[in-house]
């Protein structure tokens, strides 16, 4: 944020103000704990009564300010003030309301909401090493049809990841390559070994754990590999800014109602796709590596990820100023989110008609 080439000291200036607070921390001392909701809240309330008291606020009331959530943004989606409820009520509060804000996962019902990828562990210095980089995983052979890592949610009556587990392991000719956190978490937290294990495999599964989306989503594309979907909210409504809207050309989808009910067998519809359908895809994945990564400066001749949020956040903030100026209100649908009904039953099974 601070090398970025277009900061001003002088907020008259500014087209967007970034506002330095970090949510995340602070909700995670609490997440756990049992403590009262005026307490999860305190930081919450106490940011936006700071920013009120702020000149800039006033200019557009903050419709011209955002932040960064650090989390999913179930973690600050409180109701009521009861004690027993989840997280923060933070993206609840009718001035964060006016603010864009930036999350790991966004809800599609949200028009301020917009999801950025999770951090890899690929943090380039220079355009360069993203080159060099994309050289390496363009030409790695592949040994594995597919891979998972993860665990099981063995609790979760809804999640598939112990009937994908069980198909792995059956795979034949050790098609797929497993690593089960729950029996062996010190891999799963190994960049090195992560990262290697989706260099050497075709497709990598990306099924929905405590929430939709993974980080896991984002090391496969690092290293060159497919990733598969189960459910549309994993990526296809989330990060619309940094993914292509055709999610087609980078992705399969593999509806999870056929996972859970034994008619779809994974090893088989992947090893379906032609060689050809599976080279362009991993084209297209390669090629969308500098757009996930957070480089450590600014890349020559390429956009990285913090590049593609501030170029949006910056469009969606001149259009709300645009619109103020013509004596008209910012419409919540001109964000590019979807709408309830895109997330509705029906559209999900639209949805899973597409594989």
Same mark, same amino acid.
């Given at each position: ?9 002088? +907020? ?28 999860? &809240? ?5 940011? @936006? ?9 006033? #200019? ?14 179930? &973690? ?35 028009? /301020? ?7 890899? %562990?690929?943090?380039? +210095? ?34 598939? #990841? ?10 034949? /000719?050790?098609?797929?390559?497993? @690593? ?5 978490? %010190? ?27 993974? #980080? +896991? ?29 055709n999610y087609t050309k980078y992705s399969v989808f593999i509806p999870e109602d056929g996972v859970k009910n034994g008619t779809v067998r994974v ?11 599976? +080279?362009?895809?991993?084209?297209e994945v390669i090629r969308l590596i500098p757009r996930i990564l957070y480089a450590r400066k600014k890349l020559n001749m390429v956009e990285d990820?913090? &590049? ?7 469009e969606r903030i001149e259009d709300a100023r645009r619109l103020i100026q013509e004596g008209k209100e910012p419409s919540n649908n001109s964000s ?20």
């Amino acid at each position: 944020m601070k090398q970025y080439e277009c900061l001003t000291r002088n +907020s008259s200036l500014a087209s967007a103000i970034y506002a330095p607070f970090y949510p995340g921390l602070e909700i995670s001392r609490y997440l756990w704990s049992e403590v009262n909701s005026s307490v999860k &809240d305190a930081a919450a309330l106490d940011f @936006v009564v700071w920013l009120k008291k702020k000149h800039e606020w006033n #200019r557009m009331f903050g419709k011209n300010h955002f932040f960064v959530a650090g989390k999913i943004n179930w &973690d600050f989606k409180r109701t009521g003030d009861g004690n027993d409820g989840w997280g923060s009520k933070l993206l609840n509060l009718p001035e964060v309301k006016n603010m864009t804000v930036l999350t790991i996962e966004s809800s599609p019902y949200e028009s /301020n909401e917009f999801a950025i990828p999770y951090p890899t %562990y690929f943090h380039p +210095s220079n355009i360069n090493e993203v080159y060099k980089w994309q050289k390496i995983v363009s030409r790695k052979k592949r040994a594995y049809l597919f891979s998972f890592a993860g665990a099981s949610r063995p609790n979760q009556k809804q999640s598939i #990841r112990g009937e994908l587990i069980s198909q792995c392991k059956d795979a034949l /000719n050790d098609r797929c390559n497993l @690593v089960n956190c729950m029996q062996n978490n %010190y891999q799963c937290n190994s960049p090195t070994h992560i990262i290697k294990m989706f260099m050497k495999s075709v497709f990598c599964l990306q099924p929905s754990g405590d929430s939709y989306t993974r #980080r +896991s989503t984002f090391d496969s594309i690092l290293a060159g590999c497919i990733p598969v979907f189960f459910h549309p909210g994993s990526a296809y409504i989330q990060y619309l800014w940094h993914l292509p809207k055709n999610y087609t050309k980078y992705s399969v989808f593999i509806p999870e109602d056929g996972v859970k009910n034994g008619t779809v067998r994974v090893e088989e519809l992947l090893s379906q796709i032609s060689e050809e359908e599976v +080279s362009s895809m991993r084209k297209e994945v390669i090629r969308l590596i500098p757009r996930i990564l957070y480089a450590r400066k600014k890349l020559n001749m390429v956009e990285d990820a913090f &590049d593609v949020a501030v170029t949006n956040v910056l469009e969606r903030i001149e259009d709300a100023r645009r619109l103020i100026q013509e004596g008209k209100e910012p419409s919540n649908n001109s964000s590019g989110n979807l709408s309830r009904e895109d997330f509705s039953e029906g559209k999900l099974k639209e949805w899973s008609s597409f594989f």
